[in-house]
């Protein structure tokens, strides 16, 4: 609360709450396993499939 309340602070309710449940993870010790997670979640995101195979020409 302290930190939320100080003059010109940018704390916003949904920010506030990801910190907590970040510190939440550090504590319990699961942020490895969550930070694993969501990086390959991140990855399949951006890059869904295979990569396209590139055709390129042989050289004689």
């Known amino acids: ?14 920010r506030a709450e990801a910190i907590l449940k970040l510190r939440s993870l550090k504590i319990s010790g699961d942020l490895p396993a969550y930070l694993a997670f969501h990086f ?8 869904p499939g295979p990569p396209i195979p590139l055709d390129l020409p042989v050289a004689a």
């Open 40 to 47: 390959d979640a991140e990855h399949r995101r951006h890059y």
């Open 1 to 14: 609360k302290d930190r939320m309340d100080l003059t010109g602070a940018r704390w916003g309710l949904a």
